[in-house]
């Protein structure tokens, strides 16, 4: 057992809406009513297509429609060309993750081991419990990890789903965690992202940390932490020193402990909006209840499913967070307004402007994609082809196959004021990958991204350089003082080349 392991059952509540993988009404699984037959899902800038394991290459013949034949200048296969740029980081499934889920299913049959019918009616059971996770209803059951088929299935589903999906891009965090570093993990379910942190995060196994996890069912928790135990045991030979709480908690119930880190993965994507007060206002109260659960010098870590719905979520979490001084972290490479909300407009009330934008403070204006009733939304995608076997055969017999995982994230901090000023003064600006790749004319590729200066438009040659959504990339070099900066007639987006 890790370190003072223990259970604290706190105080009484009132059970809530079930959480899954997906999220609450659009998910980001395949909607498929026909098992094995994926429906094509609207892509993130609006554009419908269908989904790939792997960013194909543009056809260089093929311009996208919208865009002109005619090359900008300087921007053709035989302009000279910046430097082919390193990421500086990149989301890629850790390797301990795969280890992980190549030993999950013998470690479940000795944990929950299920009899010959559940184990010959566990596609239907997940499929069930997936169509009542994402569905349109206003109420569902919300101790549904309490009966035993649901159990088994989420588990043996959406838990592996959800382990490749954190530990794609936890490496890339900066954690401010030292020895003795408290981490609250709200909705914890069966440890999932305890579990992601140990198995993509090698420098912390080492760190004395208290991590309390809470939850609204018990026995969730309890099978969480067995597995936890497992996995550490066979994967590392011994327990690392955290000392892991269970307590079964409800979100907005104050907790004896401050964090150094609130975590919640999957959480708000249902409950968040039951309520009919606008988004803005929504996302204020819920910034004030997060913060509430930290320390002076906290971070909150929020994972969604990569929806427009819960991509706006984040967008207005993330101005509301730092309209209360926690600027965001990651994936943002700025602490500007964010240039992809969805639908979120403005953290003010009725009344309001509804074009206008809230700015917190130290942020700056920037530029906006042509005018939509649904803007784009932060959202990334990483390949489903590294999953094992086992787990692509079980989606298959679901009828929920998937060639690529979808997620929104946002890391949040109050800074350190001296490392916040070094920052803003080192003067290194950096853009974010977030779409797949598409075609644009003479042989150039797309992608859309996020700068400091807004929603921007990638061009680079998929011959000579290759990006991945996730990646983190030098902003390209200025172009000389007084040029007009190009903007992509379409889409609104600035464009830059590599």
């Known amino acids: 057992m890790p370190k003072n392991t223990h259970e604290d059952r706190g105080r009484s509540f009132k059970p809530g809406k079930a959480r899954g993988e997906g999220p609450g009404k659009r998910p980001a699984l395949p909607a498929s009513p026909k098992p094995g037959r994926p429906k094509p899902q609207p892509s993130e800038f609006g554009r419908t297509k269908p989904e790939r394991s792997k960013p194909q290459r543009s056809n260089p013949g093929a311009p996208r429609r919208g865009h002109s034949n005619t090359t900008p200048s300087g921007t053709g296969p035989s302009a000279p060309a910046q430097k ?12 301990d ?14 944990i929950v081991p299920l009899s010959r019918n559940h184990r010959l009616g566990l596609g239907r059971n997940i499929r069930s419990l997936w169509e009542d996770l994402t569905s349109e209803r206003e109420h569902r059951a919300s101790e549904y990890l309490s009966a035993p088929a649901y159990y088994s299935a989420y588990l043996r589903y959406f838990l592996p789903w959800n382990l490749l999906r954190l530990s794609s891009f936890l490496p890339t965090l900066k954690l401010r965690l030292d020895d003795e570093a408290t981490i609250v993990d709200l909705g914890s379910g069966p440890l999932t992202l305890p579990i992601a942190l140990y198995l993509s995060r090698p420098d912390l196994r080492t760190k004395k940390l208290g991590i309390i996890c809470t939850d609204r069912t018990e026995r969730i928790l309890k099978v969480g ?10 994967l590392g030979g011994s327990l690392p020193p955290w000392t892991i709480t269970l307590r079964r908690h409800q979100f907005g119930i104050a907790l004896p402990e401050k964090a150094d880190l609130l975590t919640a993965a999957n959480v708000f994507n249902e409950f968040f909006w039951k309520s009919k007060v606008p988004l803005g206002i929504r996302a204020s109260l819920t910034a004030r209840q997060l913060l509430g659960y930290l320390k002076d010098t906290g971070s909150v870590l929020l994972v969604e499913p990569g929806d ?15 309209s209360f001084g926690a600027p965001p972290l990651s994936p943002c490479p700025h602490v500007n307004d964010c240039p992809m909300p969805g639908i979120f407009r403005s953290l003010e009330g009725p009344g309001s402007d509804g074009g206008a934008r809230f700015k917190p403070k130290n942020a700056q204006a920037v530029v906006m994609p042509k005018h939509r009733e649904k803007y784009p ?24 196959s998937k060639e690529k995982l979808v997620f929104s994230f946002l890391l949040s901090a109050i800074p350190d004021p001296l490392a916040a000023t070094a920052k803003l003064k080192d003067g290194k600006a950096n853009l974010r990958v977030l779409s797949e790749s598409f075609a644009l004319p003479n042989g150039l590729s797309g992608r859309y991204c996020c700068s400091p200066k807004g929603y921007t438009l990638l061009r680079y040659s998929s011959l000579r350089v290759f990006f991945s959504s996730g990646d983190l990339l030098p902003l390209p070099q200025a172009k000389a003082a007084g040029t007009k ?14």
Not at 378 to 400: N, Q, R, V
């Open 377 to 400: 939304w932060c959202h990334f995608t990483i390949g489903a082809d590294m999953a094992p076997g086992w787990l692509k055969a079980l989606s298959a017999e679901a009828g929920l």
């Open 485 to 498: 900066e190009e903007k992509d007639e379409k889409s609104g987006a600035i464009l830059l080349s590599y």
């Open 308 to 322: 427009p719905r819960s991509g706006s979520f984040i967008s207005a979490l993330r101005a509301a967070l730092s």
């Open 225 to 234: 932490l067995t597995l936890f135990e497992s996995l550490c045991l066979r």
């Open 84 to 95: 082919s740029p390193s990421p500086l980081e990149s989301f890629s499934i850790a390797p």
């Open 97 to 110: 993750c795969l280890r992980a889920l190549g030993i999950l299913p013998g470690i479940l049959d000795e």
